[in-house]
């Protein structure tokens, strides 16, 4: 049987939150449904992150001492496969494929994920040309790779597969034989197979949510979004059925409970759906008898004008609904209209007064700079942002960004004003003067207020499940002195004095509640593995082994 290593590189930008590669997973998961074989998964970034945070030093194994050791040169994995999500992901990736193919010559390289899928042109001149390129999800296109091997001992692909997304449904298991393989096949959401999830324990000890997808699609059609230009199978919002998603929250509930860790998910769906998928979803688990925290993400026109918000946001939040995402983007009606997102702003504040109450954290995405931003109005936004408890330091920051694929980057092209890579979009000389200077002032707490952000929606989960709200509360009052540090120096032009000093001890405090919140659980070094006598745990490589 052919051998398989997935991977996800390192990313080479401004990491703002970490997850689960839920892509390699998931097509680890599909592999192994339908073919019985195992599928390594190595992912650059955990093992970065177990560095940063202290649970690994230089005598755990690295990466590379993992991935040699379960490939030795004389048993090669047949292919390897790297999941490529935006152009941050380039460079790290092209350099492991240059040095894997000097240790394993003749192994198969793919290369998917959503940079491929959005930027093609880029990724065929960035790639070597012996590099299989696969655009959409990747799990028909491994399949029928791994088949080739097991079939020739080769692969002859064409450079990019693409899937022409025709078929409304397609059932894994009832793959037809190679020979009459079709290649305009796609997964509907529900014939996704469980993701295989070998390092859970890794994400979990570092204060990761365990990430679920029960969609695909969305209902919306933002200019400034990839996901409407995705192929159509990709583009309209399609769910996987409930049932199946609390089937899979089952199995990972009793392996967080097996482990002793918390069932905390994370939904990155780019649209959960409505109101009712989310009370739908609740009623599931109740029904069976699972209690778990979860937040998710929702377009802010999916809760605008609902009967009895207030009371059916309550009773979600009772069923662990703890946390919510919303795609507010701007407050300026005609902004709204131009990119294709017209909804009810008004509206917004009995939608955020209804979360506040129910106790649901919310967080928005929100574009404050763009090609229409004047100083003036960035003000006046952030002020009304703050006075719905809406503004955080992320909103001075943020700035539209023309992502390929999108709609803004083909007219920004067609203008030959950006090239083919993600750029800011591009503002008058005064806005561009006052945001840089604003970002450069403000990036000390930009920095600390991040740290805290990305653990926050764990906690407020973390506090659901135990009752236990201390550390929540004081994690929320460092990130409201970001808030009003942020604001006043924006807004009111009050940047204090000794903000570095500020920013530090704000940080050194988020630092202290991390460590209290996720006590360290260091992992295995190579000692350990080395000297079995040693009075430590087995290495991971060395339990992988005995399994
Ligand atoms: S930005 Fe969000 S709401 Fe708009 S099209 Fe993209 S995923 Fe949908």
Known sequence: ?????????????DESEFQEPLGIERLAG????????????????????????????????????????????????????????????????????SRLKTFYPRAHFIVGGLFVTTALDSAQRRFPAEVQLVSCEGEIPLLE???????????KTPRFESEKCDAERFDARSLPDKSDSPKDIHLTPDGWAI????????????????????????????SFCATPKLPSPYRRWQGRSLPLVVDEIALLSAHAAESGLLPIFNFVDDDFGPLSRIEALDLELKRRGLRIAYALQLRAADLLEQDRLPERLAELRKGGFTRVFLGVES????????????????????????????????????????????????????KRLWEMGLYCPKVAESRMVLFPGSRLHERGLAAKQVSHAACWEPMSAESERFY?????????????????????PWLAAQAHLTGERTLIEALDAVLAE????????????????????????????????????????????????????ANRPASRSSRRREQ
């Open 195 to 222: 993701a295989s999830r070998p390092d859970l324990e890794r994400y979990l000890a570092l204060g990761c949510a365990i990430s679920l997808q029960s969609s695909r699609g969305c209902h919306g059609s933002c």
């Open 331 to 382: 407050l300026c009606p005609q902004t709204l209209e131009d990119w294709n997102k017209s909804y009810a702003t008004d509206k917004l504040p009995e939608v955020f007064s209804a979360l506040k109450k129910a106790g649901i954290s919310a967080h928005i995405g929100y574009i404050l700079w763009h090609s229409g931003t004047s100083v003036e109005d960035a003000r006046i936004e952030a």
């Open 436 to 456: 840089q200077q604003l970002s450069n002032k403000l990036r000390p707490v930009y920095d600390a207020w991040k740290e805290g952000a990305v653990l926050s």
């Open 30 to 97: 599909f592999l192994k449904a339908n073919t019985d074989e195992e599928v390594r998964l190595f992912d650059r970034r955990l093992y970065q992150q177990e560095r940063l945070f202290g649970l690994a030093d230089e005598n755990s194994f690295s990466f590379w001492d993992d991935f040699t050791r379960a490939f030795p040169v004389t048993a090669p994995p047949d292919i390897i496969g790297l999941s490529v999500m935006t152009a941050e992901d380039v460079p790290d990736s092209l350099r492991l494929i």
């Open 1 to 13: 049987m052919p051998t398989v290593a997935l991977i996800r590189p390192l990313y080479e930008g």
């Open 145 to 155: 790779t791994f088949r080739a091997v097991m079939a020739e001992g080769v692969v």
């Open 482 to 533: 970001c808030d009003r540090i942020s604001y006043r120096s924006f807004v009111h032009d009050e940047f204090p004095q000794d903000l570095h000093r500020i920013a530090a001890k704000l940080s050194q405090r988020i630092t202290q509640i991390r460590q209290t919140a996720l006590p360290m659980r260091n992992r295995p070094s190579k000692q350990s593995a080395d000297n079995p006598s």
